[in-house]
């Protein structure tokens, strides 16, 4: 089992930056892949990034060149950076962790509880 605990999430002006952290503990050895959704107010739950172990990464068209994400193995942490932040980012921001159970490698997906950014003047 894997639990994810996200912060970094606030306010802040369009334009400007906000560094989301994922901190992972459990059985961390199963993760496969590791990414970012996030959920506007009145939307359904959408990809922002994904981070495999291997290192390859995957973007949404409408974060691709603004958002980076990265992990710190050392601290079982994945980050995504956020930067020139528009209005339409506003939405809450959920870790998910992809994991690996049993011989046949069957996948099953954890997640964190979330954390709000606002993008606002």
């Known amino acids: 089992q894997v639990q994810l605990l996200e912060s970094g999430g606030g306010l802040v002006q369009p334009g400007g930056s906000l560094r989301l952290s994922c901190a992972a503990s459990g059985d961390i050895r199963s993760i496969n892949t590791m990414g970012w959704y996030r959920q506007a107010p009145g939307k359904e739950r959408e990809l922002v990034a994904t981070?495999?172990?291997?290192?390859?990464?995957n973007y949404a068209d409408s974060v691709k060149g603004r958002f980076t994400i990265s992990r710190d193995n050392a601290k079982n942490t994945v980050y995504l950076q956020m930067n020139s932040l528009k209005p339409e980012d506003t939405a809450v921001y959920y870790c998910?962790?992809?994991?690996?159970?049993?011989?046949?490698?069957?996948?099953?997906?954890?997640w964190g509880q979330g954390t709000r950014v606002t993008v606002s003047s």
């Open positions: 981070l495999t172990n291997g290192g390859s990464t």
């Open positions: 998910k962790a992809v994991v690996r159970v049993g011989v046949v490698s069957i996948l099953v997906n954890y």
